[in-house]
C-alpha cells in the first residue's frame, strides 16, 4: 500500500511539473471577504467554508487574506471612498494587489447576507475606474463564491453574486462556486457537522482548482485594452 501510495504521490508530481513547464508556479494572492453576520472572534459557517476555500488556495501557491466584512465599518454608498471613518479603501487597496476575490456569505432569506450586497453595492464604483491602459480596473482579476445555510436558496445566491461581480470586471471560472445547505427550517449548521461531506469538499477543490488556474492565464494574458479613437 505505501508503495502504491508513493507512485501516486510520484506521478500526480509529474503531472503538476507537466503543465507548469517543470517550474513552481506563478505565486498568486486572494482577498476572501467573508460576509458573515456574525462579528469576531464567534464561530461562522461562513468563515470555516471560507478558511477550507484559503487551504485549497494554498496547495495551487496563493496566499489569502481572510477578512469578515463585519468587522470593519464598511460605509454605505457607491463610491470608493465614502468619507471619514469609511473602511472600504483600505480593503480595496488589498483587492487591488490581489489576484482572486473569495466572497463567503451565508443564505438569510433566500439573499446573500447584507454584508455581501454591502459589498457589491460598493463594488459598482469600480465601473468607471480604468487602469493606466484604459481597461476597467477590475479586469485579469477571477472571483470565486462560497456559499453556506440551513435553508434553500444556494445556486440563487451563487447566481447573485456572481452577476454583480462579472459585471465589475471579474472573470469567473468554470463550476467556480461552492456551498452547502442544509435541510430546509432545520437549526444544523455547516459547522456543526463531524466532518466535510465529500460533494462540498470536492466542489471545493474544484472551484479553488479552476479559480487558480484561470488566474494565471490572465497574469500571463491580460484582456487587450480598448481600441483607441
Given at each position: 500500500?505505501?508503495v502504491?501510495?508513493?507512485?501516486?504521490?510520484?506521478?500526480?508530481?509529474?503531472?503538476?511539473?507537466?503543465?507548469t513547464?517543470?517550474?513552481?508556479?506563478?505565486?498568486?494572492?486572494?482577498?476572501?471577504?467573508?460576509?458573515?453576520?456574525?462579528?469576531?472572534?464567534?464561530?461562522?459557517?461562513?468563515d470555516?467554508?471560507?478558511?477550507?476555500?484559503?487551504?485549497?488556495?494554498?496547495?495551487?501557491?496563493?496566499?489569502?487574506?481572510l477578512?469578515?466584512?463585519?468587522?470593519?465599518?464598511?460605509?454605505?454608498?457607491?463610491?470608493?471612498?465614502?468619507?471619514?471613518?469609511?473602511?472600504?479603501p483600505?480593503?480595496?487597496?488589498?483587492?487591488?494587489e490581489?489576484?482572486?476575490?473569495?466572497?463567503?456569505?451565508?443564505?438569510?432569506?433566500?439573499?446573500?447576507?447584507?454584508?455581501?450586497?454591502r459589498?457589491?453595492?460598493?463594488l459598482?464604483?469600480?465601473?468607471?475606474?480604468?487602469?493606466?491602459?484604459?481597461?476597467?480596473?477590475?479586469?485579469?482579476?477571477?472571483?470565486l463564491?462560497?456559499?453556506?445555510?440551513?435553508?434553500?436558496?444556494?445556486?440563487?445566491?451563487?447566481?447573485?453574486?456572481?452577476?454583480?461581480?462579472?459585471?465589475?470586471?471579474?472573470?469567473?471560472?468554470?463550476?467556480?462556486?461552492?456551498?452547502?445547505?442544509?435541510?430546509?427550517?432545520?437549526?444544523?449548521?455547516?459547522?456543526?457537522?463531524?466532518?466535510?461531506?465529500?460533494?462540498?469538499?470536492?466542489?471545493?477543490?474544484?472551484?479553488?482548482?479552476?479559480?487558480?488556474?484561470?488566474?494565471?492565464?490572465?497574469?500571463?494574458?491580460?484582456?487587450?485594452?480598448?481600441?483607441?479613437?
Open positions: 500500500m505505501a502504491a501510495g508513493d507512485l501516486l504521490a510520484t506521478v500526480a508530481r509529474v503531472q503538476r511539473l507537466a503543465q513547464g517543470g517550474m513552481t508556479p506563478t505565486p498568486l494572492k486572494a482577498l476572501i471577504l467573508v460576509c458573515t453576520l456574525t462579528p469576531s472572534p464567534k464561530p461562522s459557517s461562513s470555516l467554508l471560507a478558511r477550507q476555500v484559503a487551504e485549497e488556495l494554498k496547495k495551487h501557491h496563493v496566499e489569502s487574506q477578512l469578515r466584512v463585519v468587522d470593519h465599518d464598511v460605509k454605505p454608498g457607491v463610491l470608493t471612498d465614502m468619507g471619514p471613518g469609511d473602511a472600504w483600505q480593503i480595496r487597496k488589498t483587492m487591488l490581489s489576484d482572486i476575490l473569495v466572497m463567503a456569505t451565508p443564505i438569510w432569506v433566500g439573499h446573500p447576507a447584507s454584508p455581501a450586497q459589498v457589491l453595492e460598493r459598482d464604483a469600480e465601473l468607471s475606474e480604468t487602469d493606466e491602459k484604459g481597461r476597467p480596473i477590475l479586469f485579469d482579476r477571477v472571483a463564491v462560497a456559499v453556506v445555510g440551513n435553508e434553500d436558496g444556494a445556486h440563487h445566491v451563487v447566481a447573485e453574486l456572481s452577476q454583480g461581480l462579472a459585471e465589475v470586471g471579474f472573470s469567473l471560472p468554470a463550476q467556480g462556486s461552492t456551498y452547502w445547505v442544509g435541510e430546509a427550517m432545520h437549526t444544523v449548521d455547516y459547522q456543526d457537522l463531524e466532518q466535510t461531506p465529500e460533494v462540498t469538499a470536492n466542489a471545493t477543490s474544484i472551484a479553488v482548482r479552476n479559480t487558480a488556474h484561470l488566474a494565471r492565464l490572465l497574469r500571463q494574458n491580460p484582456y487587450p485594452a480598448p481600441p483607441q479613437d
